[in-house]
């Protein structure tokens, strides 16, 4: 195909333009060969005569999809304004910074902060291949630090650009993407040093300029060093030309060096009180630029960070204040005046300057000496020394020179202390060096420092053209393309003319040398040796400057000042008064051959490091080296280095000199693209084959180009080949590599352009076709609308003619009617008018009438009552006076009827009537005192028998010292031993002392807790009330307001549940971490601490095993019961408070809490539902009643409650006076006490079984009279049991009531007859038994309305599916009989098919038990057998004649009780069968989760046989066991699957059999039989949970790490739905080293799904709960969710329309999964939505306003800054879409402003859920459990 071809019409192209550079032009008239214009049209519409030539004709433009490209290599025309037009869409369009150039990555400096160099990109871009994501600097670190990982090579990152394109900063993030994810493992935190060296060097080596606040003022080169694990190590830093002349000078809005301003803006602090600063402005050296403040930024803030990073780097407090001395030396250098004297050739100091007195101060040196030589200088001839006055002006250059000699001095010590403080003495394996050079720099006047500059960027072009040269070779070699040369600029020569011998170099330090050197002779000497040379030229207008051609512009340079920097002079007199400083950091500055640079790294370099900068020399020594030798030799060893590495480019663009964020200046964009390279790279790309594609996209996405016949064929390469060959005729266009095809530049283009006409053709075809189709139906739509208005035309003229006729007779009628109606109405009117004057004249008059009536009324009724007053008056006054006199009077026969009755209570015939209800009473009374009798003896039985053994032990006592005495005859041990005795009486005493202590805590707790629990009650009454409040408010509210309510506070309480679940679990989660990090350092010291002598023990306990080794004993328990007491005082308290940890008695005792608010909380609900169901049930009764009832109950409860524990609390006293008495008293007096004490326990206890025995006859004897009273009654009462019952009892209450009442009269006579209380103990009784009955119906009805609930229920069920049905046959019914027939087809076989799943489920539930029994039976099968074959052994043995026969007696084995007994020395051998050496895979046939069962009935032994100690063991080695075991599997996902059901398993059983009424709800009678019985284990279930916790998080992690490398290739890249997605050209960086050649790392979703099956099957086998389950796959697919998300938001060539299509069905495919599985409900397709709403984003049009609020209403799972970063990454895979318009996204943005969404843009793939783990009881008791013989545990015996 011809060139001039291409340029046909519709072609866009560029031409050049002076304000935009190149502008975009189209082609409006073909062009042919010889035309010398070409017609274009611009942009705004404007038709332009273009002059061209053949030779000379536009740069072509890329088609639309081309454009916005991460990589400039796979745009199809490569040129200049192709690359400016692509950054430029990507920087202002989509806001992306980054851009890759091959093997380059361009960065344009935003001049904002962006959210994208969050830890959380880190991660997302960590283990990514370079060309997978998204441009970034942390793809260029990666790749770095994967290549130096695989090839075990070093590697270079060489970041530059001009001042201000943001160097400094691409560094940084480079540095930090290595400090994170290469963190030391180690201690020593070398991550943060080598971050924290930053702030140090920005402050003494950056500055402000016109071009950038932050700007650079040296190159440096930081080596990071690696070990063999590739963590960090080290770090060394190497500088490079620093800028000394901006100490003294600063032009106009630039400023001095950081470090000056941060200091001067922290004056005011008291430790600097003798530095004598003020404000900058008062200094000449940080004034001249005219403001010294930068917006934005704190120096003081800034300076803190400076003294934190030296700290950190650990340069001490006094180091530190020397270093602030000299800078502040050098600001007070600055302000001393200097003075000119008469003649002009001398000068002089002012007397007495104070600047000049603090300089001196402040470095230690002497004033008079500084005094002279800043004024003076000395002269050596060969005879002679001179001292020589010098100028003002010489002078003020000796005094700047002096300050930046200083200063550059102290800025190498800083540096040299930085890397002693980053230097380790670790064996270095590799290095990563990152390079921060000054770019390319051309100003109006160009000196010394910007042609070095522009000499050190001549080097690093020339190293990297011929790295870029090497790779092009490398990749057509390895596809076997003929390699032809490229020819590439090589800047060799313009190197030699500056480095050359005789060069621009050599000839400026043989200037340096000449006596009377000066810049013109200098510069003379460059005209006549280069004058020929083509990369010097002298400029035509000047005779002191000379021009350069660099490789990337010609730069003049002015010849002035370039000797006296080269030469650096510092006079020697300044510097020997400086050596001779009393401080010795100021002195140390300024020796001669002192090495202060760290030893280099001992590592396994592939280099030398040598120092940058050689050691300074005396200035005036003849061979002290020019700063031009230095520079170069310091270059050379830069490149070296660079050389041995693999370089890795960073190229930073300055997008505006005016820093205004997200503005590109094109002019200034080509000049720095024209500078650093990347046209360079463009140019050798596009001389070879720059596009690549291949086979298998080449195919997909140019098959349209093919026919049918190519498409048959199933090699591709073969079909590509052939279509290559029929469309582009020229084969030097193209060439077939192994797996590429390559293209020269121009041919994707054409190929594109190919593709596009056939599609346009095509569409040109459908939409002829369908625009015939559609005026076809629109005139048949035309003609049979016509006819139809004809129609209606025709009938409306009808219709309407009749209507004119009907119409007017009707309004003949209703003039009739109308004239009839008005003259009605008048008439009336007047009627009514006529009526309403007589009835209000009548009204008046009967007014008057009544008024009169009403006033005779009112005077009868005031006589009336006025009468009736004073004849009441009178009655009461009459009435008072009988009372009186029957008062009296009736006293006076009480008198007398009460004398009557003592004389009969005194006669014999009164006690006969008592006596027949106390004979019963008499007898049992005689029963009770026969008991009591015996129990005394028994007590005095064993009492006699305790003193028995008791004084024979005395006596045993006794005799053995008798004999000690007689054997001993030494003093001394009869001394000592009184001395022990003394001691353990001590002991004896401060234990009992320490006890009184527990008791006095004990005691002041339990008040507390009553406090509490008072404070609870109150609360109580308080919420009741509320209650009440609350349900009189509910009756007003509606069920939807109430359940509305309910939902929301169940959330909120649900939310904050998940919170504190969350905290913990993180707390947890960092507890597991921190023990890990504790067993690693473990072993690291025991492997180098293996020296001889003293040895740390390794300790694999545990921290329940390492506390104490003594038995737990509860805290709650100690004081309870005396059995508790007795305990402690044996044990101790001391070790009894160390058996467990700190945390976990805080743990037990917020558990202890936390219960206790529960049975509170508990039983104030069940006293609400109790309250609530008696005020549904009790009628109301008289409210005085009810206060009579409440007030006797409440008096005799208190009466009741406050004997009971005066009972109970003279027991306990005299049973712990019975026990302190007998530890303290002798013998003898033991007996007496005990007796005594005996006696009146048992005379209390007699008297307390007394009061019982009343008690009861009298409840007996008041229930007999109820029940006599009930039965007169009227039957109708059993209806009503309850109200019933309540009336029975209200005239007991009523009598007992003001019987009390009577009581406060008369006491003598109550107490009489209620001395003990009997009546109102009876009373209670007679009250619960009705209570019972109570509680027993109440029953029977709950039970009869649960019954009638499920009935209910049924029946509702029942009519839902009646609807149903008649739904159906409504629906079946409006079809035609034909779709009726269908319709019920259709609804039987859905009937069917859901029947046959069901039965489907139940055959498998069927067929697995019957798989279950059958192994069962096989194993029972093999035991007969066994017994069979040992019976038929033994037998022939019972046959031989010869052998006697012995007779045994056979012991009766009892039922297995689901216990296994172990001796404690088989306790490490079982730990090892049962879970250091067991595989899964031998207990696979057995029961699920065997080993807890084995665990739990050892246990169960263990507190059978109240072995404190062996459970503890036990549990304790469990423990560390399984965390040994998990520790050395932690990638294995079946053995921690395995272990988390079992640890679960185990965690369920200490629950299910503890005893608990809240965990035994769904046990069986057997599995209650089973419960442990002495031991409260509730710490280790916490302990088990916590280790539940942490296996669930590394199961979680394992199942992660095996799914993360499959999600983005089967979730974004695989074609689930083939031939949907379209290919784009890709670029160089698909190329990327890091990517294994001929690996397919592809994964489809298939494998997906069958790794989450395999994970699942894995969980379902080992018996997992299914709660448990859910919960992992919620986690997994929140994690599937967040790695595609993440990618999408950072990858363009996924953001499409066809990977949204793509995304919504793999999508869906896992949803149906979840279903599928039955795990819908876990909640895990909901953390699958913003990913959902991400698709839909994608699939969404994206134009009118409509859309955007679509857009904003659906995807609601993003945030705001998600949706914009989709929308900006939008690329159109096929040129018939449309980008995304920026006014489209800015209308996004402004509506979603309001949203208040978290600041991060990635979703954080790390997040846990917190893990719930409910109770689970299991349904095997313990009895049945088999334990197979390959578990090797036969040393286990069943119990």
Same mark, same amino acid.
């Given at each position: 195909m011809s060139v001039y071809e291409l340029y046909s019409r519709y072609t866009r192209v560029w031409i050049p333009d002076k304000?935009?550079?190149w502008r975009s032009a189209e082609i409006i008239k073909d062009y042919k060969e010889g035309d010398k214009v070409l017609q274009l049209k611009l942009e705004d519409e404007s038709v332009l005569e273009y002059p061209v030539a053949p030779a000379s004709l536009p740069h072509l433009r890329n088609p639309d999809i081309l454009v916005g490209e991460n990589d400039l290599t796979a745009l199809s025309y490569l040129h200049e304004p192709a690359v400016l037009h692509n950054l430029k869409v990507r920087f202002l369009e989509s806001n992306h910074i980054y851009t890759y150039c091959g093997i380059v990555l361009v960065a344009i400096n935003p001049y904002e902060p962006l959210p994208i160099y969050g830890e959380d990109v880190i991660y997302a871009y960590s283990g990514q291949n370079m060309g997978d994501m998204d441009p970034h600097i942390f793809a260029v670190a990666e790749e770095a630090y994967k290549q130096m990982a695989r090839d075990e090579k070093n590697q270079s990152i060489i970041v530059s650009g001009e001042s201000g394109a943001g160097k400094t900063v691409s560094a940084k993030y480079a540095m930090r993407y290595f400090a994170t994810v290469g963190g030391s493992s180690s201690e020593t935190n070398v991550e943060e040093k080598v971050l924290a060296s930053s702030p140090i060097m920005e402050?003494?080596?950056?500055?402000?300029?016109?071009?950038?606040?932050?700007?650079?003022?040296?190159?440096?080169?930081?080596?990071?060093?690696?070990?063999?694990?590739?963590?960090?190590?080290?770090?060394?830093?190497?500088?490079?030309?620093?800028?000394?002349?901006?100490?003294?000078?600063?032009?106009?809005?630039? #400023?001095?060096?950081?470090?000056?301003?941060?200091?001067?803006?922290?004056?005011?602090?008291?430790?600097?009180?003798?530095?004598?600063?003020?404000?900058?402005?008062?200094?000449?050296?940080?004034?001249?630029?005219?403001?010294?403040?930068?917006?934005?930024?704190?120096?003081?803030?800034?300076?803190?960070?400076? #003294? !934190?990073?030296?700290?950190?780097?650990?340069?001490?407090?006094?180091?530190?204040?020397?270093?602030?001395?000299?800078?502040?030396?050098?600001?007070?250098?600055?302000?001393?005046?200097?003075?000119?004297?008469?003649?002009?050739?001398?000068?002089?100091l002012l007397k007495g300057d104070k600047y000049l007195n603090n300089f001196c101060t402040l470095l230690g040196v002497?004033?008079?000496?500084?005094?002279?030589?800043?004024?003076?200088?000395?002269?050596?001839?060969?005879?002679?020394?001179?001292?020589?006055?010098?100028?003002i002006q010489q002078a003020l250059n000796a005094r700047n020179a002096l300050a930046k000699h200083i200063y550059a001095q102290l800025f190498n010590w800083i540096v040299q202390h930085v890397n002693k403080a980053l230097h380790t003495t670790s064996k270095q394996h590799s290095f990563i060096g990152v390079l921060d050079i000054y770019g390319f720099e051309t100003f109006e006047i160009n000196s010394f420092e910007q042609f070095c500059i522009n000499y050190a960027n001549e080097k690093l072009q020339q190293q990297f053209n011929s790295h870029v040269f090497k790779l092009e070779q490398e990749e057509y070699m390895k596809e076997q393309i003929p390699w032809t040369l490229i020819d590439f600029y090589d800047n060799q020569p313009c190197i030699d003319l500056i480095e050359a011998k005789l060069g621009i170099l050599d000839l400026l330090d043989e200037e340096c040398k000449v006596p009377k050197g000066t810049d013109q002779n200098w510069a003379q000497k460059l005209y006549d040796r280069h004058s020929s040379s083509q990369h010097f030229k002298k400029p035509r207008m000047s005779n002191i400057s000379f021009i350069i051609i660099h490789f990337a512009d010609k730069v003049e340079y002015q010849c002035d000042g370039f000797l006296e920097k080269n030469r650096d002079t510092v006079y020697e007199e300044q510097i020997n008064i400086l050596k001779a400083s009393k401080y010795q950091l100021v002195a140390d500055l300024f020796q001669d051959g002192k090495d202060l640079v760290p030893p280099t790294p001992s590592g396994k370099s592939k280099i030398n490091v040598r120092p940058a900068k050689p050691a300074i020399k005396n200035a005036n020594k003849e061979h002290k080296k020019t700063v031009g030798h230095q520079f170069r030799n310091s270059l050379q060893l830069l490149m070296e280095t660079l050389n041995a590495t693999t370089p890795h480019y960073v190229r930073c663009i300055k997008p505006n000199d005016e820093k205004l964020a997200f503005s590109f200046d094109p002019h200034r964009a080509v000049q720095q693209l024209r500078a650093c390279g990347v046209l360079e790279t463009i140019r050798i790309s596009a001389a070879g084959y720059p596009s690549r594609w291949t086979y298998h996209d080449f195919f997909n996405r140019y098959r349209v180009l093919m026919n049918k016949r190519d498409l048959s064929q199933s090699d591709k390469k073969i079909t590509c080949k052939n279509l290559m060959e029929n469309l582009i005729k020229d084969p030097d266009k193209f060439q077939f590599g192994r797996t590429k095809i390559f293209f020269r530049a121009g041919q994707v283009a054409y190929l594109e352009k190919? #593709?596009?006409?056939?599609?346009?053709?095509?569409?040109?075809?459908? !939409?002829?076709?369908?625009?015939?189709?559609?005026?076809?139906?629109?005139?048949?739509?035309?003609?049979?609308?016509?006819?139809?208005?004809?129609?209606?035309?025709?009938?409306?003229?009808?219709?309407?003619?009749?209507?004119?006729?009907?119409?007017?007779?009707?309004?003949?009628?209703? !003039?009739?009617?109308?004239?009839?109606? #008005?003259?009605?109405?008048?008439?009336?009117?007047?009627?009514?008018?006529?009526?309403?004057?007589?009835s209000f004249t009548r009204g008046m008059f009967d007014r008057r009438a009544y008024r009169e009536l009403l006033c005779q009324h009112k005077a009868k009724v005031i006589q009336k009552h006025l009468r009736g007053w004073i004849a009441r008056k009178n009655f009461v006054k009459f009435r008072c006076a009988a009372i009186v006199i029957q008062c009296y009077y009736r006293r006076m026969m009480a008198r007398r009827e009460l004398k009557q009755l003592k004389i009969e209570a005194r006669s014999a015939e009164h006690f006969k009537k008592l006596s027949v209800g106390m004979e019963n009473k008499v007898v049992q009374l005689q029963r009770k005192i026969d008991e009591q009798n015996k129990e005394h003896k028994d007590l005095k039985e064993q009492l006699a028998s305790v003193t028995l053994t008791r004084t024979t032990e005395v006596e045993k006592l006794q005799k053995?010292?008798?004999?000690?005495?007689?054997?001993?005859?030494?003093?001394?041990?009869?001394?000592?031993?009184?001395?022990?005795?003394?001691?353990?009486?001590?002991?004896?005493?401060?234990?009992?002392?320490?006890?009184?202590?527990?008791?006095?805590?004990?005691?002041?707790?339990?008040?507390?807790?009553?406090?509490?629990?008072?404070?609870?009650?109150?609360?109580?009454?308080?919420?009741?009330?509320?209650?009440?409040?609350?349900?009189?408010?509910?009756?007003?509210?509606?069920?939807?307001?109430?359940?509305?309510?309910?939902?929301?506070?169940?959330?909120?309480?649900?939310?904050?549940?998940?919170?504190?679940?969350?905290?913990?679990?993180?707390?947890?989660?960092?507890?597991?971490?921190?023990?890990q990090r504790y067993d690693n350092l473990r072993e690291e010291v025991t492997i180098i601490k293996q020296s001889p002598g003293h040895r740390r023990n390794p300790s694999n306990q545990s921290s329940l095993e390492s506390d104490s080794n003594y038995?737990?004993?509860?805290?709650?328990?100690?004081?309870?019961?005396?059995?508790?007491?007795?305990?402690?005082?044996?044990?101790?308290?001391?070790?009894?408070?160390?058996?467990?940890?700190?945390?976990?008695?805080?743990?037990?005792?917020?558990?202890?809490?936390?219960?206790?608010?529960?049975?509170?909380?508990?039983?104030?609900?069940?006293?609400?539902?109790?309250?609530?169901?008696?005020?549904?049930?009790?009628?109301?009764?008289?409210?005085?009643?009810?206060?009579?009832?409440?007030?006797?109950?409440?008096l005799k409860r208190q009466e009741l409650e406050s004997e009971n524990k005066k009972l109970k609390n003279d027991l306990n006293e005299l049973r712990k006076a019975i026990a302190d008495s007998a530890g303290d008293t002798d013998p003898n007096e033991e007996s007496s006490g005990y007796t005594l004490l005996l006696n009146q326990l048992k005379s209390a206890l007699e008297e307390l079984e007394v009061r019982k025995e009343e008690v009861l006859i009298l409840r007996t004897q008041i229930v007999n009279s109820a029940q006599k009273k009930d039965s007169e009654k009227n039957a109708d009462s059993d209806a009503n049991w309850t109200n019933s019952n309540k009336e029975m009892d209200q005239d007991d209450a009523i009598e007992a009531y003001h019987g009390v009442c009577e009581t406060n009269r008369k006491t003598e006579d109550w107490g009489y007859l209620n001395e003990d209380g009997e009546l109102g103990l009876a009373y209670q009784g007679l009250k619960q038994v009705a209570r019972l009955l109570e509680a027993q119906l109440q029953a029977q009805s709950q039970q009869h309305e649960d019954e009638v609930e499920a009935l209910s229920d049924q029946i509702e069920a029942l009519k839902e599916e009646l609807e149903k049905q008649q739904q159906v046959l409504l629906q079946a019914m409006q079809l035609s009989p034909e779709a009726q027939v269908e319709f019920g087809l259709q609804y039987e076989i859905t009937r069917l098919t859901n029947e046959n799943l069901d039965l489907k489920e139940l055959l498998e539930k069927s067929e697995k038990n019957e798989k279950k029994l059958k192994k069962q039976l096989k194993i029972y099968l093999k035991k007969v057998q066994e017994s069979e074959g040992s019976a038929d052994i033994i037998q022939p043995e019972r046959k031989r004649p010869e052998l006697s026969r012995q007779v045994t007696v056979q012991r009766i084995e009892k039922d297995f009780q689901g216990m296994l007994e172990f001796y404690k020395e088989d306790e490490p051998l079982l730990i090892r069968n049962l879970i250091l050496d067991l595989k899964p895979q031998l207990i696979s046939t057995s029961v699920p989760c065997l080993p807890a069962y084995i665990l739990f009935m050892c246990i169960r032994h263990a507190d059978y046989v109240n072995d404190d100690q062996k459970v503890h063991s036990l549990l304790t080695s469990t423990i560390n066991g399984i965390k040994k075991?998990?520790?050395? !599997?932690?990638?294995?996902?079946?053995?921690?699957?395995?272990?988390?059901?079992n640890s679960s398993r185990l965690l369920h059983c200490l629950k299910q059999y503890s005893g608990d009424e809240g965990f035994m709800t769904s046990n069986s009678s057997k599995q209650n039989d089973h419960c442990l019985r002495n031991f409260d284990l509730t710490e280790y279930r916490q302990v088990l949970s916590d280790l539940s916790i942490q296996i669930y998080q590394q199961l979680i992690k394992i199942a992660e790490g095996l799914l993360q490398p499959m999600i983005v290739s089967a979730m974004l890249e695989n074609e689930s739905i083939q031939g949907l997605s379209g290919v784009k050209p890709t670029g160089y960086r698909k190329r990327s080293s890091s990517m294994v050649d001929g690996g397919d790392n592809s994964y489809s979703l298939e494998a997906v799904i069958r790794q989450l099956n395999l994970l699942n099957s894995i969980m379902c086998e080992h018996g997992l709960d299914p709660e448990i389950i859910q919960q992992v796959f919620k986690q997994l697919f929140y994690m599937i969710n967040a790695v595609a998300l993440n990618n999408l938001l950072l990858r363009k060539d996924v953001c499409s329309w066809s990977t949204g299509m793509q995304l919504r069905y793999n999508i869906s495919q896992l949803e149906e999964w979840l279903r599928g599985k039955n795990l819908h409900n876990s909640g895990a397709a909901q953390t699958m939505e913003p990913l959902i709403h991400a698709a839909q984003l994608l699939q969404l049009k994206k134009k009118t306003q409509e859309d955007s609020e679509a857009i904003c209403s659906l995807c609601t799972a993003l945030t705001t800054q998600q949706i914009v970063k989709i929308l900006n990454l939008y690329t159109p895979v096929n040129e018939f879409e449309e980008r995304v318009t920026v006014s489209f996204i800015r209308s996004i943005q402004a509506q979603l402003q309001d949203r208040k969404d978290p600041p991060q843009l990635l979703l954080d793939s790390k997040y846990m859920f917190p893990v719930l783990f409910p109770f689970n009881p299991s349904l095997i008791t313990l009895d049945t459990v088999h334990i197979p013989d390959s578990l090797s545990l036969k040393f286990l015996n069943k119990v």
């Open positions: 304000e935009e550079v402050a003494i080596g950056n500055a402000k300029t016109t071009r950038n606040d932050n700007s650079s003022r040296f190159g440096k080169y930081i080596q990071i060093g690696f070990d063999k694990r590739y963590h960090i190590i080290g770090a060394n830093m190497r500088t490079y030309l620093l800028e000394k002349s901006r100490v003294v000078f600063q032009a106009e809005d630039e #400023r001095n060096y950081h470090i000056f301003y941060q200091l001067c803006a922290s004056s005011r602090l008291p430790e600097f009180a003798d530095l004598s600063l003020s404000q900058a402005e008062d200094f000449f050296y940080t004034s001249q630029g005219g403001d010294t403040v930068i917006d934005g930024v704190d120096d003081a803030d800034d300076f803190e960070k400076t #003294r !934190q990073a030296f700290t950190l780097l650990g340069v001490k407090e006094s180091h530190q204040m020397s270093i602030f001395n000299i800078i502040a030396s050098i600001l007070h250098l600055g302000n001393i005046e200097i003075i000119s004297e008469r003649d002009g050739e001398s000068s002089s002497e004033h008079d000496q500084m005094d002279h030589w800043l004024c003076h200088r000395k002269l050596v001839t060969t005879s002679e020394t001179y001292v020589k006055n010098m100028s190919l #593709r596009a006409d056939k599609f346009r053709a095509a569409t040109i075809m459908i !939409q002829k076709t369908v625009r015939g189709w559609l005026q076809r139906l629109k005139y048949k739509r035309m003609k049979a609308a016509a006819i139809t208005i004809q129609r209606y035309t025709r009938g409306y003229l009808a219709r309407r003619l009749t209507d004119h006729l009907r119409k007017t007779k009707a309004a003949i009628c209703l !003039q009739k009617q109308y004239r009839m109606i #008005r003259i009605y109405r008048i008439y009336q009117i007047i009627r009514r008018s006529a009526i309403t004057i007589q053995q010292l008798e004999k000690q005495r007689q054997n001993q005859q030494d003093d001394n041990q009869l001394s000592s031993l009184q001395e022990e005795i003394e001691a353990l009486r001590a002991e004896l005493a401060k234990s009992k002392d320490e006890r009184k202590i527990t008791e006095d805590l004990y005691m002041n707790e339990k008040q507390q807790l009553q406090q509490r629990i008072s404070e609870l009650e109150d609360e109580n009454t308080q919420l009741k009330e509320d209650n009440e409040e609350l349900n009189k408010r509910n009756l007003i509210r509606t069920e939807d307001e109430l359940t509305q309510s309910a939902l929301k506070e169940n959330q909120e309480i649900q939310k904050d549940l998940e919170e504190e679940r969350a905290r913990y679990q993180n707390l947890v989660k960092e507890y597991t971490r921190l023990e038995p737990s004993i509860s805290t709650s328990e100690i004081g309870d019961t005396e059995d508790t007491v007795m305990e402690v005082e044996e044990v101790g308290l001391e070790k009894a408070a160390m058996d467990m940890t700190l945390f976990l008695k805080l743990q037990k005792r917020v558990r202890e809490l936390e219960l206790e608010r529960k049975k509170l909380q508990n039983q104030l609900d069940k006293k609400e539902q109790q309250e609530n169901k008696k005020s549904q049930v009790i009628e109301t009764v008289n409210d005085t009643d009810r206060d009579t009832d409440i007030a006797y109950n409440n075991v998990l520790k050395k !599997q932690n990638e294995d996902f079946q053995m921690t699957s395995f272990w988390l059901s």
